[in-house]
């Protein structure tokens, strides 16, 4: 899902050939968006109606195709980063996807994107200090890096936990929809 967001996201500043949609893609995460991936979701995408496709003939080279967003698009785009259950809560690729295009979607979709990050991260944080409950009443069992590294995560989902809800309160709901 991530990289029909990334495409549809991508296209929105206009036609594209698929090489640059592939160039321009950037995965949160810093990772590489795979060729495979992209052509793969834009065939899947122009199949749906999502994007149109048209052919630019070109000498000496391969016929290069240019896609561009249709209605149908702009509305799957707004459904997929609307679309965040928490079982998608705690991948923060996920996350950070929908937190990038916040300003695309509603109020409402913002607060319900901000709260399913929220839990998600409760429920991680959960996770951590059981481990961490569980290392305190038999110390002799667990490494010390196991525990240093579960300490270490817990802070780190405390303080995203405290700068999401901050952010939610003081720096995105409310704020004004892009047109």
């Known amino acids: ?13 206009g036609p594209q050939h698929g090489y640059d949609i592939k160039r321009n893609v950037r995965r949160p995460g810093l990772g590489v968006v795979n060729n495979n991936a992209v052509y793969t979701a834009l065939k899947r995408l122009h199949e749906r109606g999502s994007l149109d496709r048209r052919t630019e003939e070109t000498t000496g080279r391969p016929n290069r195709h240019v896609f561009s967003l ?29 937190f990038a295009l916040l300003y695309l979607v509603d109020e409402a979709t913002r ?48 303080t995203e936990r405290a700068w999401v809800r901050e952010y939610a309160r003081s720096g995105e709901i409310g704020a004004p929809r892009h047109p």
């Not at 899902?1 to 500043?13: D, W």
């Not at 785009?77 to 929908?98: H, K, N």
């Open 1 to 13: 899902m991530v990289t029909e967001i990334l495409i549809l996201s991508n296209l929105l500043a």
């Open 70 to 98: 249709t209605d149908a698009g702009r509305e799957l785009l707004l459904e997929r980063i609307a679309d965040f259950p928490v079982s998608r809560g705690a991948d923060d690729e996920e996350f950070y996807v929908r």
């Open 111 to 158: 607060a319900a994107i901000f709260a399913t990050r929220v839990q998600a991260l409760e429920e991680r944080m959960a996770t951590a200090q059981a481990y961490l409950d569980a290392a305190e009443a038999d110390g002799t069992r667990f490494p010390v890096q196991s525990v240093a590294m579960f300490r270490h995560l817990l802070d780190l989902l405390i």
